[in-house]
């Protein structure tokens, strides 16, 4: 690994050794990658759960300060297990440096306000987790910043919206929760024309599924409380880009506003990491199995998942997914009733608005993720009532199966 040096914090003290091979698999790189050994040998990673760093010297202290001699300041700026996880998720997405953060909205705000300023515009896809769209379109536009939001499917709706005042352009795909696809590569070119920064949140892909910045994109975003941590237990997010947006933008931005990622989260997330390619692997073929279930059903009006022929989007999916991914939506005929009778069913899926769970979690995001949203604007994303996400788990997929088989059977009305 080579750590950064300007970063408040120089590199890491010499009595840590560097875990770092180039040319490792990513497999490899999860279990390894950026693991920074303390003098005592451990084999798993050190959690460096402490906010501050003592100096043996007030030189010492001084030189750390002006970015003269390497070691830690402050936990705020940087801290070793911190550390350890932006040098492994460096190594997977293919970035040349990354930023860990207290969530996903934490990385997906850092990305969005670290570098711009009144006058300057925004281009994004409208179908984007809630959260997202509230940056756009209530906090951006407050300080003076144009927002337009598109079709992300419509490569013409891009082409005509994105212009010579165009600083970034933000895109999440698939899109939550209608799995909707953007063309990564061709709207990294439409931004690419103008100078525009193309931002992509991959949480629904994972980074074993889609690598944006091979597509063309400059910076991706993670949710890393989603399928990084992949057990449900805290909360985190990432910025990865190149050397320069993240050591003089995105640094700078989260070094002085303090949405820090907790050591400790960041411990957990690099267990996280060593099982995701598993995880990843296992989720996507039940979900895939799931969704030709479903797609059976005479309850059911559609299924969207990206892996299926019949996604709208299947010839893309193929090109720049290497799977369907662990998310799934679908809808009942019988709408909001029936979707209700059909979680309150369920016995091993839980109802749950999060993902990426080792559980398999099912919402209805009419009436929560997406409650908030007029219905034409939901209606504009394909949000129905009887909409139904589905973030497949790690357990049996004959289990989930019969699971959704006897619910589907009280959202028919029998018992
Ligand atoms: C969950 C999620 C976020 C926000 O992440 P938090 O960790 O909850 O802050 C952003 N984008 C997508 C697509 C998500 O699923």
């Not at 082409?159 to 795909?173: M, N, W, Y």
């Not at 890393?224 to 992949?230: E, L, P, R, S």
């Not at 219905?375 to 788990?393: K, T, W």
Request: glycine share 8%; proline share 6%; hydrophobic share 45%.
């Amino acid at each position: 690994m080579t750590a950064p040096n300007n970063r408040g914090q120089g590199q890491p003290p010499d009595d840590l050794v560097s875990e770092g091979h180039t040319d490792w698999r990513p497999a490899t790189a999860l279990v390894h990658g950026g693991t920074e050994r303390s003098p005592w040998g451990e084999t798993s990673e050190a959690l460096f759960l402490t906010s501050g760093y003592v100096y043996a010297s007030a030189e010492e202290a001084e030189a750390r300060f002006k970015g003269e001699a390497p070691g830690y300041v402050y936990s705020r700026y940087a801290n070793p297990t911190v550390s350890m996880f932006e040098a492994r998720m460096c190594r997977l997405e293919g970035a040349e440096a990354a930023r860990g953060t207290a969530s996903g909205m934490a990385a997906v705000a850092a990305a969005l306000l670290c570098d711009i300023a009144p006058g300057d515009h925004v281009v994004a896809a409208r179908a984007l987790f809630s959260s997202c769209r509230y940056i756009l379109e209530t906090l951006l536009p407050r300080f003076g910043i144009g927002v337009t939001l598109v079709d992300g499917r419509n490569l013409d709706a891009w082409k005509d919206a994105i212009g010579p005042q165009t600083r970034a352009v933000f895109l999440e795909s698939p899109s939550n929760p209608t799995l909707e696809l953007v063309d990564i590569a061709a709207v990294a070119e439409l931004a690419g024309a103008t100078g525009a920064r193309l931002i992509v949140d991959n949480v629904f892909a994972t980074p074993m599924l889609q690598r944006p910045l091979t597509l063309g994109a400059d910076v991706v975003i993670y949710s890393a409380t989603k399928h990084i941590d992949g057990q449900g237990r805290c909360l985190g997010g990432i910025v990865l880009s190149d050397g320069e947006f993240i050591e003089k933008k995105v640094h700078d931005y989260l070094k002085h506003t303090g949405p820090a990622l907790s050591p400790f989260n960041a411990w957990v997330l690099l267990k996280g990491l060593e099982t995701l390619p598993l995880r990843i692997e296992r989720q996507s073929e039940s979900a895939a199995a799931l969704a030709d279930f479903l797609a059976e059903a005479p309850a059911v009006a559609r299924v969207i998942y990206p892996g299926r022929d019949d996604h709208p989007q299947a010839a893309l999916a193929r090109r720049q997914m290497a799977a369907g991914g662990a998310l799934l939506a679908f809808e009942l005929k019988a709408g909001k009733a029936a979707a209700f009778r059909l979680l309150n069913a369920l016995r091993v899926i839980k109802i749950s608005n999060n993902l990426g769970d080792a559980k398999s979690l099912i919402t209805h995001p009419a009436t929560t993720t997406h409650q908030s949203m007029s219905e034409a604007a939901r209606a504009e994303l394909g949000i129905g009532p009887g909409l139904l996400r589905l973030s497949v788990g790690l357990e049996d997929v004959d289990d989930l199966k019969a699971d959704l088989e006897q619910a589907l059977q009280h959202a028919a009305g029998s018992p």
